[in-house]
Every structure is written in structure tokens, then in C-alpha cells.
């Protein structure tokens, strides 16, 4: 083969390998956005950033994980609905079951309490950075479409966000209710995040 014929040929070779590379990141971006999982988590941070703050942290965070809850349980129903997996769907129930008991309590303390000062708005920016931190985490997970290994990948970082506001409103809260709450939070989910991440190193 001559040296004019070879050039024209590696430029087609180069371009058939970028569009298959093309091709592939745009299936796997479409498969992130059809993910139920993901729009739930998406729909969730669109609710956090129009909810009003009140910059006292415990009302805040009250709010805020109420909404979080309810992904998480929207999440697990999703499981529960088209998942395969028995100790994954035995997982979603229980989320499904602690997280509606922690959401009353939530709600028992948000009717009872005026937001208090000194009013705290570092806080605020704490929980933005936890939430943004976690969608960044997810928007670099592989959607592959099985729901049961979606579920708990997606998991894991929802629940590592509870986490990490949990420990902000220790730090930042002043109230009692909460902070046995997030203290609950914090022990439940890091027990979870172990459970899931275990099933997913046996079922890669």
C-alpha cells in the first residue's frame, strides 16, 4: 500500500473509532437520564433548591431530609416494583419502613418548632455542597439497566448524603429531636452503605 493511499485510510480508521466511542457515551447517557432512579434523585434536588431556608440549621435539615426521604422511598418502591433481587428488595422494604417513621418524626418536630436564632447560613451552603457532592457521585456511576444493581449503586450515594448532613447538623444544630435523629441516621445508613456496597462487589 502506498503512503497516499495509507493517510486517507487512517484518518477513516480514526474517525470510525470516534463516532463508535461517540455513539457509546451518548447510549450511556441516555440510559442515565431514563434511569427511574436518577430522575427521582433529580426531581428531589429541584424540590431542595426551591425549598426556602430558614437559616436556623434544625429546621432546615428537617425540612430538607423529609424531601430526602421521600426520594429514598420513591427509590425503593421503584425496587420493589421492578427488581429481582430478594435481599435487595428486602433492603428497599426496610428504607421503605424506617424512613416513613423518621419522616413523622420530622414533620412532628417541623409543626412544633419556630425557627431559631442566631440564624446559622453556613449550614445552608454545608447541605448544598453534600447534595451537589452526591449528584456528582452519581452522575459518574455506569447505569446498566439491571434495577437491582442500579438501585443499590444510587443508594449508596443518597444515603452518604444523609449522612454527611446528619454530621453538619451535629455540628451546626442546637436541638435536641434533631440531633438524635441524625445521630439514628448516620448509625442506619453507614450500616447500609456497607450492606449495599458488599452486594455489589458479588454482583458486578
Known sequence: MTRYLRLPLLCLLALGLFLTACKKDHDMDDMKHESPYMKIMMDMMTQMDAQAKTQDP????????VLHHEAAIKMAQEELRTGSNQEMK?????????QQGEIGQFNAFLSSHQPQTPLVPQFNQL???????????????????RPDYDFAQLMVDHH????????????????STTRAL???????????IATLQNWLTRNR
Open 127 to 145: 447541605q448544598k455542597t453534600n447534595m451537589d457532592r452526591m449528584m456528582a457521585a452519581s452522575d459518574a456511576r455506569t447505569m446498566t439497566g
Open 90 to 98: 428486602t433492603l428497599a422494604q426496610d428504607i421503605i419502613t424506617k
Open 182 to 192: 441524625a445521630q439514628a441516621i448516620i448509625t442506619d445508613q453507614r450500616q447500609e
Open 58 to 65: 434544625d429546621h432546615d435539615f428537617a425540612a430538607q431530609m
Open 160 to 175: 452518604q448524603a444523609a449522612i454527611d448532613n446528619s454530621e453538619a447538623l451535629l455540628q451546626h444544630g442546637r436541638n
